[in-house]
């Protein structure tokens, strides 16, 4: 069967409209190995997203492959205990990486792995506030990411980033703040900007969560916390067991001891197959060392991305890290545009979203996507209005209203109203 058919008879029996149709070029995948993905008209597609960043090593890594067959054969695939061999074997592989970890523990997916982080703080210090800046998953407590402000419902303060909002957070609501929790955005906050919020925190004895649920593989082999940024608790999760789920809250002991007081449980936490995989990745990494050549890699594919841009006068912005940027243009129109574009070429990208490249991803598939985005440019240049952009390049006012509305970045010191409101003591929320 078809995508077409395939996709017709998806909306009927399983699929959502906007998340699973119409948020990405709409195709159905047969398969996948290494960078490439097959469709179910045949097509192989070279693939920019590592779906979603997870397929750290490419599809079917042989020897992660062997790790999870082996695990479901010979041992099995879940007990009725949450400790295993490879759990504690797990643990103490990250507690050597992180130089944040003094206890590691797991769970499923990203989104738990932030909820859990948050919890803890909240039962370790007795307090309730928590102040946030940039996305952390899906569930309740953080559906308004991208409204700067106090949601008082759940007790998040969403601060954009903006240190002088944080300092005032701090000094005026040190008894109400349970702990402060940051996605690093590296196209636009540096690795100082990020101490620096460490820093605050610590002189208020704030704990200070670092969300590395994507960065903490693909900053560096242990993300920005093993690139000099510290933290009291760090979350991973995407590339851990190369698309497996699995998530890791690890930091301070007596943190990670207020597991049991949030209340954090989950029956499929006691698989053992990601923990399996997550073993022989850490192992691979350490033998094989991908990081320099993929790194490399991606930094030219930035570099050649944007002259290719240039050179065609369409305005883009390029930033970020090497294994996680975006392509920012000047309307999210424009991107949408690129983005079918280069999948009709071949290439899947999501252009105005996060590019996110894996270790099986060479120079012969650097060159292939960068030809396909040549070409995808010159077919939308005459057709779209660039109208605001600067020459060969985006003005500060896009690039700001970019991480506004795509991480709550804020930019102004203008909420003294809302931090009067969140600090003030009886306003807890309902999480």
């Not at 601060?159 to 955005?185: C, H, M, W």
């Amino acid at each position: 069967m078809n995508n077409e058919k395939l996709l017709h008879k998806a909306l009927s029996v399983t699929a959502a409209r906007q998340y699973d149709i119409d948020s990405h070029p709409p195709f159905v995948v047969q398969s996948a190995r290494g960078a490439w993905l097959k469709d179910c008209d045949g097509r192989d597609i070279l693939d920019m997203t590592s779906s979603n960043g997870t397929a750290l090593f490419g599809y079917c890594n042989d020897e992660i492959n062997a790790s999870i067959i082996e695990q479901i054969s010979q041992r099995g695939a879940i007990f009725p205990t949450t400790l295993s061999p490879q759990r504690i074997s797990l643990a103490e592989c990250i507690i050597e990486r992180y130089p944040a970890a003094e206890k590691a523990v797991f769970f499923r997916t990203g989104s738990d792995g932030t909820t859990a982080a948050v919890r803890m703080v909240r039962a370790y210090t007795g307090r309730r506030l928590i102040l946030s800046s940039g996305y952390h998953g899906w569930h309740d407590w953080h559906r308004k990411f991208d409204k700067p402000g106090w949601d008082a419902q759940c007790d998040i303060f969403h601060f954009g980033y903006n240190l002088d909002i944080l300092s005032k957070l701090l000094e005026q609501g040190q008894e109400r703040i349970a702990g402060v929790i940051v996605t690093p955005e590296p196209g636009w906050y540096s690795v100082d900007h990020l101490k620096n919020m460490y820093q605050l925190c610590l002189q208020k004895g704030i704990p200070f969560i670092l969300d590395e649920v994507m960065s903490g593989l693909r900053y560096g082999a242990a993300g920005l916390n093993g690139s000099g940024v510290p933290a009291d608790l760090v979350v991973i999760s995407k590339g851990l067991a190369n698309g497996l789920a699995l998530s890791c809250v690890m930091g301070k002991a007596d943190i990670i001891d207020s597991y049991d007081a949030a209340g954090l449980a989950g029956t499929y936490n006691k698989e053992v197959t990601p923990m399996a995989a997550g073993l022989t990745a850490l192992r691979l990494i350490k033998e094989q060392d991908p990081y320099p050549a993929a790194l490399a890699i991606g930094s030219d594919l930035m570099t050649e991305l944007q002259q290719a841009a240039n050179d065609a006068d369409v305005p883009l912005w390029v930033t970020g890290a090497p294994l996680m940027f975006k392509t920012v243009f000047s309307s999210a129109a424009i991107a949408n545009t690129v983005t079918s574009a280069c999948f009709e070429g071949g290439v899947l990208m999501e252009c105005n979203g996060t590019h996110m490249v894996n270790f099986s991803f060479g120079y012969e598939e650097k060159s292939y996507a960068v030809a396909i985005f040549k070409k995808a440019l010159s077919s939308i240049k005459h057709s779209c209005d660039f109208t605001g952009t600067g020459s060969n390049g985006l003005n500060l006012s896009l690039r700001e209203g970019y991480a506004r509305a795509a991480f709550g970045a804020v930019f102004e010191d203008n909420m003294s109203h809302d931090i009067e409101r969140a600090v003030q003591p009886n306003k807890g929320g309902l999480f």
